[in-house]
């Protein structure tokens, strides 16, 4: 009988489990610098983005003759390829990158995530690609929960000091970023429910507020994730017969 109810949990609990992580909001390519469009979103999502530094602005277009030149050409967000949806592999146009120019202090992008499909939403992790070109950059970064979110609020990670790559202005093709995941399953609350929001904001620092050619490179920002398998109607018919019939065999064994 013990072994019987293991097998029934397990059954339930397949059927619950969430499926393979994939893309739910993601951003390969910045056409505004203080609120890009979010290029990817899954079916049943919305997501909007925000950007801004701490002095002037984000930049699209930080070299006229280089356009696109901090983009990332990987095609993955982070370390992630995506389970079938490729992050952007254009690396000619200014809106390929999105740039912190002239080593501003600090500067961030937040995104707000709203469930708006039929199931739970189990959020994965947050996936970026970054490089500073030159040391002055702010290459410290933190990832926050802001209040107003439906899953645990405050800090999910702060580098080191100066934690993303320096390229010594040493810059060479389009795949020298550092892929960059962040795990969220560790937030005591990381679902969405239907109708739930995630604020989630990453901040770079430590920019040491100059410097001509002293940028900070991003590319390929992303949240993964997945909706939480609803049991299809014949399945759950099947657990409960499967239920009765163990029931049947315990009242006829007599136990
Ligand atoms: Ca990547
Ligand atoms: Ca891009
Ligand atoms: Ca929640």
Redesign the pocket.
Known sequence: MKAEISALALISASLQSASAATLIAGIDAWDSVSAPTVTHTLAGITATATASASTGSWSNDDRPSDLGRGS?G???????DGNGVA?STVTSLGVASFTVTKGRPSAEVTLTIVNNGTGDLDLAAF?L?VVGLRPNAPRTYALNVLSGSDITVGNVVTSPTGAITSLGGRLSGHDQ?D?IDIDLTGLADHTLAVGETAIIQIVFSDGTGSGGNHDLFL??LAVSGAFMNVPEPSSMILLCLAGFALLGRRFRSGL
């Not at 990987?74 to 992630?80: A, C, I, R």
């Open positions: 990332s990987d095609g993955t967000w982070g370390n992630f992050a996936h690609d970023h892929d590319d390929n």
